[in-house]
Structure formats: C-alpha cells, structure tokens
C-alpha cells in the first residue's frame, strides 16, 4: 500500500532557523493571527505583500522547496475546483469569452485568482509551522492555547495527550498494517483486482485485525500510563519547559502588527 | 525507500539453495536480515538485484503466478495470531483453500486437515471464535490456515516466540511430524538455537544481512569463534560437548538432545574411571 506511506503527517524537519527556535505556543498564536489576517486582505497589494512575507520566512527556514511543493499536492484540487467554479460562475465586469449559456467575465477571473492565492497562502503558512514544529512541541502548543477555553470544560491537556499518542502511534499502526497485509498475501489474499466492491470487502482480512491491534495497543498503553499514577492534566509538570523569550514576543508582534496594518489601511 | 538517503542493503551476495523434503534453519541476531530473506521466497518482497527460484523457474520473470506460488511456498509470519480475522475458526482456516477457489467438501478436508494437523479437533474447534481461544490455540489456528493450503514448502518466521517450553515442545513436535510424514520442506527461522539444533538439517547463519557459514548443525555450531562473534549462543550441550573434545575426550558432538548426551557422557564416564 504505497498509498499510505506518502501520508506525511506532522512532517517536521528539523532544524535551527529562526523559526524551528520560536517558542510553539508563539508561533501558532501568529499562525491564527496570520491566518485571520490573510482573511482580512482585500486587495492584490496586500497578498503581494503577504507572498514576500512568506517568501522571506520560508528562505529563512533554509528548508527544501520540494517539502512545500508535496505539502501543496493535497490541497491541489480543492484550488483547482476554486478556480473553476469562480471563473465560470462569478459574473460582472468584461465579458472576456462566450460559448452559449457559458461566460467568463472580469470579475470571476479576478475573484478566482484571489481565492487560488488565499488558498495557497494559507496553505504554505500553515506549513511553515508544521515544517518546523515538532509534534510534540506542538502538543504543548495547543496546550497552552486551550488553556483559557478551561472554563468552558474544554480538556485542554487530555487533548493534546490525545494528539501526541495518535501521532505517536502512525508509524506503528502503519507498519502493522504491512505486515497483516503481507501475512493475509501468503495466504492468497488479493488486495488489488476486482470492482471498487471486490476490493472494499478484500480489506475486511486487513481492517479486522488492524482493529484488533489497535484496542489491544490501546489497552496496553491505557495501563502502562494508570501504572505510572497518570491522572490527566491537573498539577502536572513539564519535562522541557519552555521560556518565553524576547524573540517570541517580537514574533507574535509582528503578527499583530500586519494584522493591524491590513485592517487599518483596507488593502 | 530507493533512491533516498535511507535506502540501505537489507541482504547482500545471498546465495542459497534448500532442497524438496529438506528441513533446514536460518538463524542470526535481530536485525540480520532473516525475516527479510524469507519474504523473498514467496514473492512478497522483490529483490533489488538477483533472482529467487522455485522449481528452476526465476518467480519474477512473469512466468510464475505469484498468488499460486505463495500457496505452495506458505510463510507463517512472527506471531501470526495477529492475522486471524474471520467469526469462527472454520471460517478463519479455510481463507487461504477459499482464496484458492476450493469450496465444500473439498474446502472442509483442507480445514479438517489443518486443524488435526497441528492437534485440534475439528468438531470442538470449528464453530469457535478465534478471539476466545488461548493463546497458543490461536497459533496453531493460524498455523492450521498455512497448512489448509497443503503448501510443499512452510517457512516458519520464529514461531515459538512467547510461548511457554511445553507449547514450544509441541508445536515443534508437530511441525517436525508434518516434515517426516507429509514431506513438507520446513524453513525455520529462529534465535532458539536447541529447537534448530535438534530439527535442523542443515543451517544457514545470518549476520548484518550476509551469509555467514551454513552446513550441519553440528558443524556450524562447531565453528565456535565464528557463531560467537554474531552475538548467537551456541546450545549449552554443544558447548559442553565441545570442552571435553577440546580436552581430547573422545565424546561426539553432533548429538543434540538431553538423552543421547547423557549416554554419550555416560560412557566416557565408564571408559575413563573404571
């Protein structure tokens, strides 16, 4: 299942630029401020500025182009399906091409341009935190983001526990599911001919034990954590504690401050 | 992984042949590449360079039907109560004959015969879940859906890890029935150095995924220097019996149960202090 090994999950690099150095509860409150702002943006300008905004912190990272370009192949289609749907069906403006009840007119182009462009700057900012923030370093992130919601019940701490685990645990139910995989094989089992229905009742010999796996893991480990007296988030210590710094601060100012910038000024 | 800065050799200048009704044993430390190895020989894993045949035919060459040569070649993987899958054990052995396009009667021989085979009854265990046997019936369950396919050939990939020495002793013992009255070639891979000692024609030794000697076991555990730099241990007989040929004793040191040994010693005993 080739398939499933190209799933890069929390697919961080590591790394010692400036951004890896930036405190995770720091860098994901920029993350929603530079998101909310990329919402804000009205006009071209603005997304200009925010492509050489990106574009610097992505040189910055010193990272490989091709991580951002396979991190960008998910979301191709949605920006695909974007495009096309703005440029066919958002009309006013110049009538640029007609073919029957079809046009395309000025402001579907420049609307569908828009939105390809938002889309894909969303996409690469929210990668330029998982490229450089560990999963674990991102737990805690959330963690701590949670952490005013708490009067509303919102089991911040259980949360990101619950987030680590299941990225803990890709690799090895991924490797689980190989070798099922291999062992139902030797026994003639075939998981790649036949109808879409042939081959969704030709996983019930993989799932089924895949299943099975995964609650016994599960139990296992639900033990393990009681038999070392875990009991959720409530006075719990930190191994790596992190320190704000100086550094931090100016990170999640700069945020605000083209946040405030886009506001104030409309671009 | 090829073509990355992870790829690594996995198995290098392998070269190996195991012959129809034999009974040999790969052995070597975690991570040697013996279960990697093995995977070859039922086409489930490709090689990178070299070929594997099978009955002179290379398998990857387009004139073997690989789903079929995985039913004559069966590979039993490490814990292999982990595949079971099916609501009742008749159901869960007979997916490898299904799979193989048999059906009724002829399907319900396959099973009976894979369930008696490794010491099941067919009519107590048939209906059963397999998720409510023990431990060790849930192998022997699995073992009984390798063998439902009458393969020639079972590579065993450590099939007595975690269990108790008596279910040890008896899964063995069944396997080794199974080679003499079936004359099923048995590939056992293994760290129990005793369980290959004793059934083992012929052994191959595995270390950072070369071949590093292979021969009769008592050849191949008398290479004392070589086995124990592979961070392999050699049986506590063969060991014993080696020191007091060392010291120009004339004991043999091709035996390889508890009972011969004593006898052998036995009678160097009387020869030596009547």
Redesign the interface.
């Known amino acids: 299942m080739s398939g499933m090994r190209s799933i890069t999950l929390g697919h961080y690099l590591p790394g010692n630029s400036l951004l890896h150095r930036l405190d995770p509860r720091a860098k994901l409150l920029s993350l929603l401020i530079i998101i909310t702002a990329l919402f804000l943006v009205n006009t071209f300008y603005g997304m200009l500025f925010f492509v050489f905004f990106l574009l610097a912190a992505f040189l910055s990272t010193k990272l490989p182009w091709r991580y951002f370009l396979r991190g960008l192949k998910p979301v191709l289609y949605i920006v695909l399906f974007t495009l096309v749907l703005h440029v066919l069906f958002t009309k006013g403006g110049q009538v640029f091409w007609r073919f029957g009840a079809l046009t395309i007119e000025e402001r579907g182009v420049y609307l569908g341009l828009f939105m390809t462009l938002r889309l894909i700057l969303l996409v690469v900012t929210t990668l330029l935190i998982t490229l450089t923030t560990s999963p674990i370093a991102f737990a805690d992130g959330i963690e701590f983001l949670l952490r005013p919601l708490r009067f509303l019940r919102v089991p911040g701490h259980e949360i990101a526990m619950m987030m680590t685990i299941a990225l803990r645990f890709i690799p090895t139910l991924m490797e689980?599911s190989d070798?099922?995989r291999?062992?139902?094989?030797?026994?003639?089992?075939?998981f790649e001919s036949g109808n879409v229905f042939r081959r969704a009742h030709s996983l019930?010999?993989l799932l089924?034990?895949l299943f099975?796996?995964a609650f016994r893991r599960a139990d296992d480990l639900a033990v393990a954590m009681e038999s070392r007296c875990y009991r959720g988030g409530e006075n719990r210590t930190k191994m790596r504690q992190q320190q704000i710094t100086p550094l931090d601060y100016l990170g999640v100012f700069t945020a605000c401050g083209i946040a405030a910038a886009i506001v104030f000024t409309g671009v | 992984m090829s073509g990355t800065p992870f790829q690594v050799a996995a198995l290098k200048r392998v070269t190996m042949s195991i012959s129809s009704g034999e009974f040999v044993g790969i052995i070597g430390e975690t991570g040697s590449g013996k279960s990697t190895l093995v995977?070859h020989f039922?086409g489930?894993l490709k090689p990178a360079g070299g070929e594997v045949l099978f009955e002179g035919k290379n398998i990857w060459t387009g004139e073997m039907n690989l789903?079929e040569l995985?039913?004559r070649v069966?590979?039993?993987?490490q814990f292999?109560e982990?595949?079971?899958?099916e609501e009742t054990v008749f159901a869960d052995v007979s997916?490898?004959p299904r799979?193989?396009g048999l059906s009724g009667n002829e399907l319900e021989e396959r099973v009976r015969f894979g369930l008696e085979c490794m010491g099941l009854d067919f009519g107590v265990f048939k209906d059963r879940s397999p998720?409510q046997l023990s431990g060790g019936e849930k192998r022997r369950v699995a073992m009984a859906?390798?063998l439902a396919?009458r393969p020639q050939v079972v590579i065993l990939d450590e099939p007595t890890a975690g269990m108790d020495p008596l279910g040890r002793r008896q899964f063995m013992e069944q396997v080794s029935r199974l080679h003499r009255e079936e004359k099923l070639t048995v590939i056992l891979v293994t760290h129990n150095m005793e369980e290959v000692a004793l059934l083992a024609e012929r052994l191959f030794v595995f270390y950072h995924g070369e071949m590093l000697l292979q021969g009769r076991p008592a050849d191949v555990f008398g290479a004392d220097s070589l086995i124990k730099g592979t961070g392999l241990e050699i049986p506590p007989l063969s060991e014993l019996l080696q020191r007091l040929c060392r010291q120009g004793k004339g004991v043999r040191t091709d035996i390889f149960t508890v009972n011969e040994a004593a006898q052998e010693i036995l009678q160097l005993y009387r020869k030596e202090c009547v």
């Open positions: 689980e070798k099922i291999k062992a139902q094989m030797a026994r003639g089992a075939d019930v010999p089924v034990p099975v796996s | 995977q039922n489930l789903r995985r039913s069966a590979l039993l993987f292999p982990h595949q079971l899958f997916f490898g799979n193989l998720f859906g390798i396919m």
